[in-house]
């Protein structure tokens, strides 16, 4: 099993970030997916997460209007995209995809897969 996280960077206030995450190994197009994030001296938080179809996407407050979640189901494997646009310094944080089949231990922060995080860095 394996879930690929990558797009991190260093970007300045304002601009914008795509995240990207692979996940390979299980039935992931069965999957509702997530990414969470852990900035410096913080607890791991819930970013975002997408139903299995896509059809259902759920947001923290904090980015809701500003980070847009999709994905693309290949076989059983899926390409889950984070869009991260008006980006903040309180943004910075290590990004972490997970996965899950069941909706609630994604949205809770209890996935059984993660993948291992791709950082990012907003510059005031």
């Known amino acids: 099993v394996q879930l690929q996280a990558c797009g991190g960077g260093l970007v300045q206030h304002g601009g914008s970030l795509r995240l990207s995450c692979r996940a390979s190994?299980?039935?992931?197009?069965?999957?509702?997916m997530g990414w969470f994030r852990q900035g410096p001296g913080k607890e791991r938080e819930f970013v975002a997460a997408i139903s299995w179809s896509g059809k259902l996407t759920y947001y923290a407050d904090s980015v809701k209007g500003r980070f847009a979640i999709s994905r693309y189901n290949d076989g059983n494997n899926v390409i889950v995209s984070l869009q991260m646009n008006s980006l903040q310094p309180e943004d910075t944080a290590n990004y972490y995809c997970?996965?899950?089949?069941?909706?609630?231990?994604?949205?809770?922060?209890?996935?059984?897969?993660w993948g291992q995080g791709t950082e990012v860095t907003v510059s005031s």
């Open positions: 997970a996965g899950d089949p069941v909706d609630s231990r994604v949205r809770s922060g209890v996935a059984y897969y």
């Open positions: 190994g299980r039935t992931f197009r069965t999957y509702i």
